[in-house]
């Protein structure tokens, strides 16, 4: 048996080290089980052991950042993963003064996902755990009720604050929210290393599309307030990931990451070739576990393999896999590894 432990092989692979082998884990969101810290840990902890992921990225619901704001959702109403927002705190951007910093352990949607840390490190004491932590853009996306994409996710908000008002007409106020929610996230990355994760699985979504922000406005808006996050993550291994077509994951080249998770299949991205610094974590592409197309999905997984032989490389989907995923895909996806 190989002396390397699953925390070993994860360390050295994220610090551009080789390890006896490349790592695999895929991740998906559970709808009915991810209300509560109890459940998500408990299906956390089962499809892990269930696949013997080699590392976990934990996949809480996607609004539980906007949700320490106040605002709120119908769990019982999702359309994809995302659950129908009945309510923003803040209606017009002028209102984005209002937001204040929140600490970690008095906020009522942070202290539930740092349990659900603590238990989950509880269950799967051996594995590599990383949180999924979105950058500040993102979250004042999500407080204000727009999409963090290109294309509609928010579900329930027929008027949103457009980009135009938060970004020119109220730039200041915008800083000021996006500092705000920085200082927050900082607070709770500290308290996620007490709780027991290795790291941050650190999402910008898909705020790098030149469509919803060019460089200009994103190296305004987001880059300095990601430096806030990842700085207080510096103690763990971070992955960034960059979702979406038009991703540009070679902006990240300077950011404090130790990993990039990118679409190598969509339009106007680059593919494992890409001329990257940290370790590339990918490489086939999500949407096959959508059709359970078991041949592509091994094909591209051997190929990935195959091309990434020489480096250090992580074999993952391309982001979160389908609702819909059979077992079998994923067992064939997980057992290429070891062919």
Not at 10 to 15: K, Q, R, T, V
Not at 126 to 136: G, H, K, Y
Not at 141 to 155: D, E, M, P, Q
Not at 280 to 294: C, M, P, T, W, Y
């Amino acid at each position: 048996m190989s002396a390397w432990s699953k925390q070993d092989r994860f360390n050295a692979l994220l610090s551009g080290e080789r390890a006896d082998r490349p790592i695999v884990s895929g991740w998906r969101h559970f709808i009915d089980k991810e209300q509560n810290a109890d459940d998500l840990a408990e299906i956390t902890i089962s499809f892990t052991k269930k696949h013997d992921w080699d590392w976990v990225k934990i996949n809480p619901r996607a609004t539980y950042l906007a949700e320490a704001w106040g605002n709120q959702y119908d769990f019982s109403d999702y359309q994809t993963v995302f659950p129908r927002q009945k309510s923003t705190v803040i209606p017009t951007a002028e209102r984005l003064w209002e937001l204040e910093v929140k600490k970690a352990t008095q906020t009522p949607s942070l202290q539930e996902h740092l349990e659900a840390v603590r238990k989950i490190r509880q269950g799967l004491p051996d594995t590599p755990l990383i949180q999924t932590v979105f950058s500040p853009l993102t979250v004042l996306l999500f407080i204000v009720g727009r999409s963090a994409y290109v294309t509609k996710t928010v579900f329930g908000i027929e008027q949103p604050v457009t980009l135009d008002s938060l970004f020119k007409e109220h730039r200041a106020a915008a800083h000021h929210a996006l500092h705000v929610i920085s200082l927050t996230l900082a607070d709770y990355v500290q308290e996620l290393r007490q709780a027991g994760s290795d790291g941050l699985f650190y999402a910008v979504t898909g705020t790098a599309h030149p469509g919803l922000f060019d460089e200009a406005r994103f190296d305004e808006f987001s880059r300095p307030y990601d430096s806030i996050v990842l700085e207080a993550a510096a103690y763990g291994k971070n992955i960034l990931h960059t979702c979406g077509a038009h991703a540009k994951p070679e902006k990240f080249n300077d950011y404090r990451i130790d990993g990039i998770s990118w679409d190598t299949v969509a339009e106007g991205n680059p593919g494992l070739d890409a001329d990257l610094k940290a370790t590339k974590v990918g490489g086939v592409d999500h949407g096959l576990f959508a059709a359970n197309d078991i041949i592509q999905i091994r094909k591209q997984a051997k190929d990935a393999l195959a091309f990434m032989k020489d480096q250090p490389f992580i074999l993952s989907p391309n982001c979160a896999i389908p609702l819909n995923v059979t077992d079998e895909a994923l067992e064939q996806f997980k057992n290429i590894i070891f062919e």
